[in-house]
Protein backbone atom coordinates (compact mmCIF):
# COMPACT_ATOMS: atom_id res chain seq x y z
CA UNK A 1 0.00 0.00 0.00
CA UNK A 2 1.41 3.58 -0.97
CA UNK A 3 -0.20 6.05 1.93
CA UNK A 4 -1.25 9.48 0.46
CA UNK A 5 -0.63 12.28 3.32
CA UNK A 6 -2.28 15.32 3.16
CA UNK A 7 -0.44 18.34 4.65
CA UNK A 8 0.20 22.02 4.09
CA UNK A 9 3.30 21.74 1.49
CA UNK A 10 5.63 24.90 2.89
CA UNK A 11 5.58 23.79 6.48
CA UNK A 12 6.82 21.22 8.62
CA UNK A 13 3.87 21.97 11.07
CA UNK A 14 1.75 19.06 12.86
CA UNK A 15 2.23 17.14 9.24
CA UNK A 16 6.18 16.56 10.14
CA UNK A 17 5.27 14.33 12.96
CA UNK A 18 3.68 12.08 10.32
CA UNK A 19 6.47 12.59 7.87
CA UNK A 20 8.94 11.18 10.69
CA UNK A 21 6.91 7.99 11.46
CA UNK A 22 6.55 6.83 8.06
CA UNK A 23 10.18 7.82 6.95
CA UNK A 24 11.18 5.74 9.78
CA UNK A 25 9.23 3.02 8.95
CA UNK A 26 10.23 2.93 5.29
CA UNK A 27 6.78 2.98 3.93
CA UNK A 28 5.58 3.87 0.78
CA UNK A 29 3.95 7.61 0.53
CA UNK A 30 2.92 10.24 -0.48
CA UNK A 31 3.34 14.08 0.53
CA UNK A 32 0.16 15.00 -2.42
CA UNK A 33 0.12 18.83 -1.46
CA UNK A 34 4.11 18.70 -2.17
CA UNK A 35 3.06 17.09 -5.66
CA UNK A 36 2.22 18.70 -8.78
CA UNK A 37 -0.28 17.73 -11.69
CA UNK A 38 -3.76 16.41 -11.84
CA UNK A 39 -4.93 15.14 -8.01
CA UNK A 40 -2.38 16.71 -6.75
CA UNK A 41 -1.46 20.31 -4.94
CA UNK A 42 -3.18 22.14 -2.08
CA UNK A 43 -6.10 21.65 -3.98
CA UNK A 44 -6.47 17.82 -3.53
CA UNK A 45 -6.08 18.74 0.17
CA UNK A 46 -8.76 21.03 0.34
CA UNK A 47 -11.37 18.84 -1.18
CA UNK A 48 -11.38 16.73 1.49
CA UNK A 49 -11.26 19.43 3.69
CA UNK A 50 -14.74 20.68 1.95
CA UNK A 51 -16.14 16.83 2.41
CA UNK A 52 -16.65 16.10 -0.74
CA UNK A 53 -14.26 13.44 -1.50
CA UNK A 54 -15.20 11.55 1.97
CA UNK A 55 -17.91 10.60 3.69
CA UNK A 56 -15.75 11.43 7.00
CA UNK A 57 -14.30 14.39 6.37
CA UNK A 58 -11.70 15.91 8.68
CA UNK A 59 -11.50 19.28 10.44
CA UNK A 60 -7.88 19.83 9.71
CA UNK A 61 -4.83 18.45 7.90
CA UNK A 62 -2.76 16.06 8.67
CA UNK A 63 -4.62 13.17 7.61
CA UNK A 64 -3.47 10.60 5.89
CA UNK A 65 -5.27 7.81 3.47
CA UNK A 66 -4.48 4.49 3.66
CA UNK A 67 -6.15 2.38 1.55
CA UNK A 68 -10.23 3.24 1.73
CA UNK A 69 -9.66 4.95 5.17
CA UNK A 70 -8.99 8.47 5.50
CA UNK A 71 -7.33 9.20 9.15
CA UNK A 72 -7.37 12.98 10.24
CA UNK A 73 -5.44 14.03 13.62
CA UNK A 74 -2.24 13.86 13.70
CA UNK A 75 -1.98 11.48 17.21
CA UNK A 76 -4.49 9.56 15.80
CA UNK A 77 -2.51 8.86 12.48
CA UNK A 78 0.34 7.90 14.63
CA UNK A 79 -1.50 5.24 16.63
CA UNK A 80 -2.82 3.88 13.24
CA UNK A 81 0.79 4.05 12.02
CA UNK A 82 2.50 3.01 14.95
CA UNK A 83 0.73 -0.47 15.16
CA UNK A 84 1.08 -1.08 11.58
CA UNK A 85 5.04 -0.72 11.66
CA UNK A 86 6.25 -1.82 14.92
CA UNK A 87 6.68 1.81 15.86
CA UNK A 88 4.08 0.97 19.23
CA UNK A 89 3.96 -1.66 22.02
CA UNK A 90 1.82 -4.60 20.93
CA UNK A 91 0.02 -5.04 24.60
CA UNK A 92 -3.10 -2.91 25.33
CA UNK A 93 -0.96 -1.06 28.66
CA UNK A 94 1.97 -0.32 26.50
CA UNK A 95 -0.12 1.34 23.44
CA UNK A 96 -2.69 3.14 25.77
CA UNK A 97 0.73 4.62 27.36
CA UNK A 98 2.12 5.74 23.94
CA UNK A 99 -0.62 7.23 22.97
CA UNK A 100 -1.16 9.07 26.54
CA UNK A 101 2.63 10.33 26.08
CA UNK A 102 2.08 11.54 22.23
CA UNK A 103 -1.45 13.04 23.34
CA UNK A 104 0.29 15.05 26.03
CA UNK A 105 3.28 16.37 23.63
CA UNK A 106 0.55 17.36 21.18
CA UNK A 107 -1.06 19.61 24.94
CA UNK A 108 2.79 21.07 24.50
CA UNK A 109 2.58 21.45 20.54
CA UNK A 110 -0.29 23.75 21.49
CA UNK A 111 0.98 26.09 24.11
CA UNK A 112 4.21 26.08 21.59
CA UNK A 113 2.37 27.38 18.79
CA UNK A 114 0.39 29.68 21.06
CA UNK A 115 3.99 31.63 22.64
CA UNK A 116 3.59 33.37 18.85
CA UNK A 117 -0.38 33.91 18.62
CA UNK A 118 -1.54 34.20 21.91
CA UNK A 119 -4.86 36.35 20.69
CA UNK A 120 -5.95 34.69 17.63
CA UNK A 121 -4.29 32.09 15.02
CA UNK A 122 -5.88 34.03 12.29
CA UNK A 123 -4.19 37.39 13.49
CA UNK A 124 -0.41 38.12 12.41
CA UNK A 125 2.33 37.77 14.73
CA UNK A 126 2.58 41.45 14.57
CA UNK A 127 -0.59 42.44 15.24
CA UNK A 128 -0.58 40.68 19.01
CA UNK A 129 3.60 40.60 19.75
CA UNK A 130 2.93 42.14 22.62
CA UNK A 131 1.07 39.88 23.93
CA UNK A 132 3.42 37.12 22.62
CA UNK A 133 6.42 38.36 25.23
CA UNK A 134 3.98 37.74 27.93
CA UNK A 135 3.25 34.32 27.03
CA UNK A 136 6.28 33.25 25.83
CA UNK A 137 7.96 34.72 28.89
CA UNK A 138 5.86 32.21 31.09
CA UNK A 139 5.97 29.34 28.52
CA UNK A 140 9.79 29.63 29.00
CA UNK A 141 9.55 29.67 32.89
CA UNK A 142 6.13 27.59 33.66
CA UNK A 143 5.39 25.61 31.36
CA UNK A 144 8.44 24.46 29.42
CA UNK A 145 10.24 23.30 32.36
CA UNK A 146 7.10 21.62 33.29
CA UNK A 147 6.62 19.28 29.86
CA UNK A 148 9.80 19.24 29.29
CA UNK A 149 10.65 17.89 32.99
CA UNK A 150 7.73 15.73 33.16
CA UNK A 151 9.76 13.19 29.69
CA UNK A 152 12.96 13.86 30.92
CA UNK A 153 11.72 12.00 34.30
CA UNK A 154 10.52 9.46 31.96
CA UNK A 155 14.10 8.70 31.02
CA UNK A 156 15.50 8.71 34.22
CA UNK A 157 13.66 5.68 35.72
CA UNK A 158 15.35 2.82 34.52
CA UNK A 159 18.64 1.70 32.92
CA UNK A 160 16.46 0.40 29.99
CA UNK A 161 13.93 3.60 29.62
CA UNK A 162 16.79 5.95 29.36
CA UNK A 163 17.26 4.85 25.85
CA UNK A 164 13.39 5.39 24.92
CA UNK A 165 10.62 6.77 26.43
CA UNK A 166 8.43 3.95 26.45
CA UNK A 167 10.13 0.53 27.20
CA UNK A 168 13.54 -0.57 25.59
CA UNK A 169 12.19 -0.16 22.09
CA UNK A 170 11.70 3.09 19.45
CA UNK A 171 8.40 4.16 19.37
CA UNK A 172 6.62 6.98 17.58
CA UNK A 173 6.78 9.12 20.88
CA UNK A 174 10.47 8.97 20.50
CA UNK A 175 10.62 10.55 16.75
CA UNK A 176 7.91 13.12 18.05
CA UNK A 177 10.31 14.07 21.16
CA UNK A 178 12.91 14.36 18.69
CA UNK A 179 10.89 17.15 16.42
CA UNK A 180 9.96 18.79 19.61
CA UNK A 181 13.40 18.66 20.62
CA UNK A 182 14.54 20.27 17.31
CA UNK A 183 12.27 22.79 17.09
CA UNK A 184 12.40 24.17 20.36
CA UNK A 185 15.81 24.85 19.97
CA UNK A 186 15.62 26.16 16.13
CA UNK A 187 12.41 28.72 18.05
CA UNK A 188 14.50 28.95 21.47
CA UNK A 189 17.80 28.54 21.10
CA UNK A 190 19.40 30.60 23.82
CA UNK A 191 16.77 29.41 26.43
CA UNK A 192 17.70 25.66 25.16
CA UNK A 193 21.13 26.14 25.38
CA UNK A 194 20.79 27.44 29.04
CA UNK A 195 18.37 24.24 29.74
CA UNK A 196 21.04 21.64 27.87
CA UNK A 197 22.17 20.39 30.96
CA UNK A 198 18.60 20.14 32.93
CA UNK A 199 17.33 17.59 30.21
CA UNK A 200 20.32 16.14 28.93
CA UNK A 201 18.98 12.54 28.48
CA UNK A 202 16.27 14.54 26.17
CA UNK A 203 18.97 16.19 23.97
CA UNK A 204 20.80 12.33 24.31
CA UNK A 205 17.37 11.09 22.96
CA UNK A 206 17.17 13.45 20.39
CA UNK A 207 20.64 13.04 19.04
CA UNK A 208 20.14 9.10 18.42
CA UNK A 209 16.86 9.61 16.80
CA UNK A 210 18.60 12.22 14.42
CA UNK A 211 21.41 8.95 13.82
CA UNK A 212 19.06 6.30 13.28
CA UNK A 213 20.14 6.00 9.20
CA UNK A 214 16.59 6.53 7.78
CA UNK A 215 16.21 9.07 9.64
CA UNK A 216 19.56 10.69 8.97
CA UNK A 217 18.78 10.29 5.43
CA UNK A 218 15.46 11.99 5.41
CA UNK A 219 16.87 14.77 7.19
CA UNK A 220 19.47 15.67 4.83
CA UNK A 221 17.14 15.30 1.72
CA UNK A 222 14.71 17.89 0.19
CA UNK A 223 11.54 16.14 1.47
CA UNK A 224 12.85 17.73 4.92
CA UNK A 225 11.47 21.35 4.99
CA UNK A 226 13.52 23.65 6.93
CA UNK A 227 11.96 25.80 9.29
CA UNK A 228 10.46 29.16 8.69
CA UNK A 229 8.39 31.74 10.06
CA UNK A 230 5.35 30.36 8.87
CA UNK A 231 5.08 26.87 11.11
CA UNK A 232 4.70 25.92 14.59
CA UNK A 233 8.05 26.70 15.56
CA UNK A 234 9.32 30.21 15.22
CA UNK A 235 12.18 31.89 15.37
CA UNK A 236 11.93 35.77 16.96
CA UNK A 237 14.74 36.42 19.42
CA UNK A 238 12.66 38.84 21.27
CA UNK A 239 10.68 35.99 22.40
CA UNK A 240 13.69 33.89 23.58
CA UNK A 241 15.63 34.59 27.19
CA UNK A 242 17.96 36.87 27.27
CA UNK B 1 -14.52 -4.32 38.28
CA UNK B 2 -14.82 -0.69 39.99
CA UNK B 3 -12.75 2.15 37.97
CA UNK B 4 -11.29 4.30 39.62
CA UNK B 5 -10.92 8.22 38.12
CA UNK B 6 -8.67 10.30 39.32
CA UNK B 7 -9.59 14.30 38.37
CA UNK B 8 -9.71 17.65 40.39
CA UNK B 9 -12.90 17.63 43.39
CA UNK B 10 -14.24 20.81 42.68
CA UNK B 11 -14.37 21.30 38.62
CA UNK B 12 -15.74 19.26 35.56
CA UNK B 13 -12.94 20.22 33.74
CA UNK B 14 -11.88 17.58 31.33
CA UNK B 15 -12.77 15.07 34.18
CA UNK B 16 -16.33 15.53 33.31
CA UNK B 17 -16.15 13.98 29.75
CA UNK B 18 -15.19 10.71 31.86
CA UNK B 19 -17.72 10.74 34.36
CA UNK B 20 -20.35 11.21 31.59
CA UNK B 21 -18.97 7.76 29.92
CA UNK B 22 -18.64 6.17 32.84
CA UNK B 23 -22.38 7.53 34.18
CA UNK B 24 -24.40 6.58 30.38
CA UNK B 25 -22.18 3.12 30.43
CA UNK B 26 -23.77 2.30 33.98
CA UNK B 27 -20.08 1.62 35.19
CA UNK B 28 -19.41 1.04 38.62
CA UNK B 29 -16.74 4.01 39.63
CA UNK B 30 -15.19 5.54 42.17
CA UNK B 31 -14.54 9.66 42.09
CA UNK B 32 -11.58 9.13 44.20
CA UNK B 33 -10.55 12.69 44.60
CA UNK B 34 -14.10 13.67 45.91
CA UNK B 35 -13.81 11.25 48.52
CA UNK B 36 -12.41 11.97 52.37
CA UNK B 37 -10.39 9.14 54.10
CA UNK B 38 -7.47 7.22 53.74
CA UNK B 39 -6.29 6.48 50.13
CA UNK B 40 -8.54 9.42 48.74
CA UNK B 41 -9.29 12.79 48.69
CA UNK B 42 -6.63 15.21 46.14
CA UNK B 43 -3.88 13.77 47.89
CA UNK B 44 -4.26 10.08 46.42
CA UNK B 45 -4.49 11.84 43.21
CA UNK B 46 -1.03 13.97 43.97
CA UNK B 47 0.56 10.69 44.75
CA UNK B 48 0.49 9.48 41.20
CA UNK B 49 1.35 12.46 39.88
CA UNK B 50 4.46 12.52 42.05
CA UNK B 51 5.21 9.20 39.77
CA UNK B 52 5.69 6.98 43.05
CA UNK B 53 2.50 5.01 42.91
CA UNK B 54 2.98 4.25 39.46
CA UNK B 55 5.41 3.23 36.26
CA UNK B 56 3.77 5.63 34.22
CA UNK B 57 2.42 8.51 36.04
CA UNK B 58 0.31 10.67 34.13
CA UNK B 59 1.19 14.39 33.21
CA UNK B 60 -2.11 15.79 34.58
CA UNK B 61 -5.72 14.63 35.59
CA UNK B 62 -7.82 13.09 34.47
CA UNK B 63 -6.33 9.76 34.56
CA UNK B 64 -8.33 6.61 35.66
CA UNK B 65 -7.45 3.18 37.06
CA UNK B 66 -8.81 0.16 35.34
CA UNK B 67 -7.18 -3.04 37.46
CA UNK B 68 -3.58 -2.52 36.51
CA UNK B 69 -3.56 -0.13 34.05
CA UNK B 70 -3.18 3.44 34.63
CA UNK B 71 -4.60 5.05 31.66
CA UNK B 72 -4.35 9.58 31.16
CA UNK B 73 -5.43 11.63 29.07
CA UNK B 74 -8.92 12.49 28.37
CA UNK B 75 -9.28 11.15 25.30
CA UNK B 76 -7.26 8.24 25.41
CA UNK B 77 -9.46 6.88 28.28
CA UNK B 78 -12.59 7.68 26.56
CA UNK B 79 -10.96 5.57 23.67
CA UNK B 80 -10.84 2.90 26.10
CA UNK B 81 -13.74 3.10 27.98
CA UNK B 82 -15.90 3.26 24.73
CA UNK B 83 -14.54 0.07 23.21
CA UNK B 84 -15.74 -1.68 26.72
CA UNK B 85 -18.84 -0.29 26.98
CA UNK B 86 -20.33 -0.36 23.61
CA UNK B 87 -20.08 3.64 23.39
CA UNK B 88 -17.50 3.15 20.46
CA UNK B 89 -18.21 1.08 16.62
CA UNK B 90 -16.38 -2.12 16.92
CA UNK B 91 -14.56 -1.67 13.21
CA UNK B 92 -11.10 0.40 12.85
CA UNK B 93 -12.68 2.61 10.24
CA UNK B 94 -15.36 3.68 13.02
CA UNK B 95 -13.14 3.66 16.18
CA UNK B 96 -10.35 5.77 14.55
CA UNK B 97 -13.06 8.09 13.57
CA UNK B 98 -14.81 8.49 16.66
CA UNK B 99 -11.56 9.30 18.38
CA UNK B 100 -10.56 11.73 15.45
CA UNK B 101 -13.66 14.00 16.23
CA UNK B 102 -12.68 13.33 19.93
CA UNK B 103 -9.56 15.03 19.24
CA UNK B 104 -11.07 17.41 17.68
CA UNK B 105 -13.41 18.58 20.64
CA UNK B 106 -10.13 18.56 22.58
CA UNK B 107 -8.81 21.06 20.43
CA UNK B 108 -12.05 23.27 20.33
CA UNK B 109 -11.83 22.92 24.66
CA UNK B 110 -8.59 23.88 24.73
CA UNK B 111 -9.20 27.13 22.47
CA UNK B 112 -12.55 27.61 24.98
CA UNK B 113 -10.43 27.48 27.93
CA UNK B 114 -7.90 30.12 26.53
CA UNK B 115 -10.43 33.02 26.11
CA UNK B 116 -10.02 33.42 29.61
CA UNK B 117 -6.32 32.45 30.05
CA UNK B 118 -4.81 33.60 26.46
CA UNK B 119 -1.88 34.81 28.03
CA UNK B 120 -1.00 32.24 30.68
CA UNK B 121 -3.02 29.78 32.54
CA UNK B 122 -1.19 29.97 35.94
CA UNK B 123 -2.37 33.72 36.20
CA UNK B 124 -5.69 34.77 37.15
CA UNK B 125 -8.69 36.22 34.74
CA UNK B 126 -7.97 39.64 36.27
CA UNK B 127 -4.27 39.83 34.92
CA UNK B 128 -5.04 39.10 31.77
CA UNK B 129 -8.35 40.47 31.27
CA UNK B 130 -7.51 42.67 28.05
CA UNK B 131 -6.06 39.95 26.59
CA UNK B 132 -9.11 37.92 27.32
CA UNK B 133 -11.41 40.23 25.50
CA UNK B 134 -9.26 40.16 22.67
CA UNK B 135 -8.97 36.67 22.49
CA UNK B 136 -13.19 35.83 23.35
CA UNK B 137 -14.11 38.08 20.38
CA UNK B 138 -11.62 36.09 17.87
CA UNK B 139 -12.97 33.39 19.76
CA UNK B 140 -16.83 33.99 19.10
CA UNK B 141 -16.30 35.31 15.24
CA UNK B 142 -13.75 32.89 13.72
CA UNK B 143 -13.06 29.76 15.88
CA UNK B 144 -16.25 28.73 17.06
CA UNK B 145 -18.44 28.79 14.00
CA UNK B 146 -15.24 26.60 12.39
CA UNK B 147 -15.72 24.38 14.72
CA UNK B 148 -19.35 24.17 15.36
CA UNK B 149 -19.69 24.30 11.65
CA UNK B 150 -18.01 21.51 11.16
CA UNK B 151 -20.22 19.27 13.75
CA UNK B 152 -22.87 20.86 12.30
CA UNK B 153 -22.43 19.63 9.07
CA UNK B 154 -21.51 16.22 10.16
CA UNK B 155 -25.17 15.91 11.44
CA UNK B 156 -26.43 16.90 8.35
CA UNK B 157 -24.80 13.95 6.48
CA UNK B 158 -27.39 11.42 6.45
CA UNK B 159 -30.88 10.78 8.11
CA UNK B 160 -29.03 8.30 10.02
CA UNK B 161 -26.33 10.73 11.20
CA UNK B 162 -28.87 13.19 12.15
CA UNK B 163 -29.06 11.44 15.07
CA UNK B 164 -25.98 11.03 16.67
CA UNK B 165 -22.10 11.98 15.33
CA UNK B 166 -20.72 8.43 14.32
CA UNK B 167 -23.50 6.41 12.54
CA UNK B 168 -26.57 5.12 13.79
CA UNK B 169 -25.67 5.01 17.61
CA UNK B 170 -24.47 7.16 20.64
CA UNK B 171 -20.70 6.56 21.04
CA UNK B 172 -18.49 8.95 23.27
CA UNK B 173 -18.01 11.49 20.89
CA UNK B 174 -22.55 12.51 21.82
CA UNK B 175 -21.47 12.66 25.31
CA UNK B 176 -18.70 15.33 24.94
CA UNK B 177 -20.74 17.10 22.24
CA UNK B 178 -22.94 17.24 25.02
CA UNK B 179 -20.69 18.58 27.58
CA UNK B 180 -19.18 21.22 25.24
CA UNK B 181 -22.99 22.70 23.89
CA UNK B 182 -23.72 22.90 27.62
CA UNK B 183 -20.63 24.47 28.47
CA UNK B 184 -20.59 26.82 25.76
CA UNK B 185 -24.22 28.18 26.61
CA UNK B 186 -23.07 28.30 30.30
CA UNK B 187 -20.28 30.43 29.10
CA UNK B 188 -21.14 32.28 26.51
CA UNK B 189 -25.20 32.88 26.77
CA UNK B 190 -25.82 35.67 24.26
CA UNK B 191 -23.83 34.40 21.54
CA UNK B 192 -25.42 30.71 21.59
CA UNK B 193 -28.95 31.68 21.72
CA UNK B 194 -28.54 33.77 18.62
CA UNK B 195 -26.50 30.90 17.25
CA UNK B 196 -29.27 28.18 17.85
CA UNK B 197 -30.60 28.19 14.68
CA UNK B 198 -27.17 27.91 12.39
CA UNK B 199 -26.74 24.70 15.12
CA UNK B 200 -29.93 23.54 15.53
CA UNK B 201 -28.79 19.97 15.01
CA UNK B 202 -26.25 20.27 17.69
CA UNK B 203 -28.69 21.69 20.22
CA UNK B 204 -31.01 19.04 19.42
CA UNK B 205 -28.47 16.31 20.01
CA UNK B 206 -27.61 17.86 23.28
CA UNK B 207 -31.60 17.72 24.30
CA UNK B 208 -31.64 14.54 23.08
CA UNK B 209 -28.59 13.06 25.09
CA UNK B 210 -29.54 14.96 28.12
CA UNK B 211 -32.86 12.93 28.10
CA UNK B 212 -31.33 9.37 28.38
CA UNK B 213 -32.27 8.07 31.62
CA UNK B 214 -29.00 7.62 33.11
CA UNK B 215 -27.41 11.08 31.92
CA UNK B 216 -30.83 12.77 33.57
CA UNK B 217 -30.36 11.19 36.95
CA UNK B 218 -26.65 11.85 36.74
CA UNK B 219 -27.37 15.52 35.92
CA UNK B 220 -29.49 15.78 38.72
CA UNK B 221 -27.66 13.82 41.06
CA UNK B 222 -25.17 15.65 43.27
CA UNK B 223 -22.19 13.81 41.40
CA UNK B 224 -22.95 16.84 38.78
CA UNK B 225 -20.60 19.45 40.00
CA UNK B 226 -22.50 22.77 38.97
CA UNK B 227 -20.37 25.16 36.53
CA UNK B 228 -18.17 27.51 38.53
CA UNK B 229 -15.77 29.99 37.82
CA UNK B 230 -12.42 27.78 38.00
CA UNK B 231 -13.47 25.08 35.19
CA UNK B 232 -12.91 25.47 31.61
CA UNK B 233 -16.54 26.98 31.09
CA UNK B 234 -16.53 30.27 32.55
CA UNK B 235 -19.36 32.80 32.21
CA UNK B 236 -17.36 36.48 32.23
CA UNK B 237 -20.30 38.60 30.64
CA UNK B 238 -17.48 40.70 29.09
CA UNK B 239 -16.39 37.86 27.10
CA UNK B 240 -20.30 36.94 25.82
CA UNK B 241 -21.29 38.93 22.63
CA UNK B 242 -23.05 42.46 23.25
Redesign the interface.
Known amino acids: MVYQLYYWPTIQGRGEFVRLVLEEAGARYRDVARETGRGAGVAALMRFLN?RNT??????PPFLKAG??I???T??IL??LGARHGLAPKD??GR??T??LQ??M??FL?EIH?THH??????YYED?KK?AR??AA?FLK??APK?LG?FE??LT?SARAEHHLVGARLTYADLSMFQIMTGLNYAFPRAMAKAARKYRRLFALRGRVQERPRLAAYLASPRRIPFNDEGIFRHYAELDAD
Not at 55 to 60: G, N, T
Not at 118 to 123: D, E, I, M, Q, S
Open positions: GERPPFARLIGQANQYEGLWHELTADGDPVAAGLQERRDNRFYQLR
